[in-house]
């Protein structure tokens, strides 16, 4: 059966609500490869002078697009994007209520696929102010040549010059072993068979962790470690990082409060991330 647009972008999705503690942000720091001797990240691992970092708010209030009645095939269902806006910084301890909903269905054809835009809203819950918006792009590989609209070209201009800043993050074999006890734990990540059986040598990293290590390089590079300063981050998945590799991430200043970036696996010269765009505050 043809996936139906209107319907999608019609449903009224549950809401979702989490508590975090202090502890949670510091083991989602040290999950994306925050270090206590890091020139600037003791703050992000350690409750002294508590820093949040900003990609905590992409693992809080997840709720699986298996449990969402979509009517697509998610066996074949691909991560192909991610974006990050941010409108506070998150607090050291609160509540917060995600709202989704879909935003976007496009038509890539029936040999390709259809692409689904999920927006999710994050708020305060005790006095209702909006943290962050994430936009998570998924190809449905397996539900194209419905008649819809194709998507409109999102690509960023790369320059051709040496990168203004280099961020190498150096990852642990078992970094996908941690990062998936924060809320995703797709058995992708860590059963070296789930992982053969779609196509992968072994676990791969989510695609999250990889770009949360994106997030920490913007941090690190051009903002001095204070999260306050981030507005935006967004890129596009091109192909898996694999536990253990050197994650390279070269970024362009392209104007006032505006960043290019891509990153890439460094052991096997590959991309992984690509059209990377960041704001940041002036």
């Not at 999710?120 to 005790?126: G, I, N, Q, Y």
């Not at 860590?190 to 390089?217: K, M, N, Q, W, Y």
Request: glycine content about 8%; proline content about 6%.
């Amino acid at each position: 059966m043809a996936i139906d647009p209107q319907r999608l972008k019609a449903l009224v999705l549950p809401e979702v609500e989490q508590h975090y503690h202090a502890r949670d942000a510091m083991f989602h720091a040290l999950g994306v490869g925050y270090h206590p001797d890091a020139a600037g990240e003791l703050d992000f691992v350690y409750e002294k002078n508590l820093k949040v970092a900003p990609s905590l708010a992409l693992t809080l209030c997840v709720r699986s697009l298996s449990t969402m009645d979509l009517g697509i095939d998610f066996r074949k269902v691909v991560h192909a994007a991610h974006a990050l806006h941010v409108h506070a910084p998150l607090p050291s301890e609160a509540t917060l209520v995600c709202r989704t909903r879909i935003a976007e269905v496009w038509d890539l054809g029936a040999d390709k696929g259809a692409q689904l835009e999920l927006d999710r809203e994050l708020r305060d819950k005790a006095n209702g102010e909006h943290i962050a918006t994430s936009r998570m792009t998924v190809l449905c590989r397996g539900d194209g040549g419905f008649g819809g609209e194709a998507p409109p070209a999102r690509k960023a201009t790369m320059p051709t010059c040496a990168a203004d800043h280099v961020f190498t993050w150096k990852t642990l074999p078992e970094q996908a072993a941690l990062y998936r006890l924060q809320g995703d734990m797709n058995p992708l990540h860590i059963d070296p068979e789930r992982a053969r059986s779609v196509g992968f040598e072994r676990p791969i990293l989510h695609g999250l962790a990889t770009f949360s290590g994106c997030v920490r390089a913007v941090l690190a590079s051009v903002l001095d470690h204070e999260p306050a300063r981030l507005r935006s981050v967004q890129g596009r998945f091109i192909a898996p990082f694999f536990p253990g590799e050197t994650l390279r991430v070269e970024l362009w200043s392209t104007g006032p409060g505006a960043m290019v970036f891509q990153a890439r696996s460094v052991e096997r010269d590959v991309l992984v991330i690509k059209d990377g765009v960041a704001t940041i505050a002036c």
